[in-house]
């Protein structure tokens, strides 16, 4: 799974471009490359650099983090429910 991972021009990032070109080359059959409906950093509401690990990491140990990123965790149900219609989140 990749993010849109837009540029300001609105062009695709060319080192995700090159990430998913790799992911196709190596998908079996039973392997789906999805992508993510948003940026990573837009739903984490990471305004300056990447949503590293780490950032990632420390926003989402916060015990409010459903309530603080409301878009993020309507993300994670979707992708939940996309592998397996019984889960919830």
Do not use: Y
């Not at 998913?20 to 789906?32: A, L, N, V, Y």
């Not at 650099?49 to 140990?61: N, Y």
């Not at 878009?71 to 149900?77: P, S």
């Amino acid at each position: 799974m990749t993010d849109q991972d837009k540029q300001q021009d609105g062009t695709v990032n060319p080192a995700t471009v090159k990430a998913r070109t790799s992911i196709e080359q190596h998908r079996g059959k039973e392997d789906m490359q999805v992508q993510w409906p948003t940026c990573l950093e837009s739903c984490l509401g990471v305004t300056a650099g990447k949503a590293t690990p780490e950032v990632c990491l420390s926003k989402l140990s916060d015990a409010a983090w459903e309530s603080n990123h409301a878009q993020f965790k309507a993300v994670l149900a979707d992708v939940a429910e996309w592998i397996d219609p019984a889960l919830k989140i």
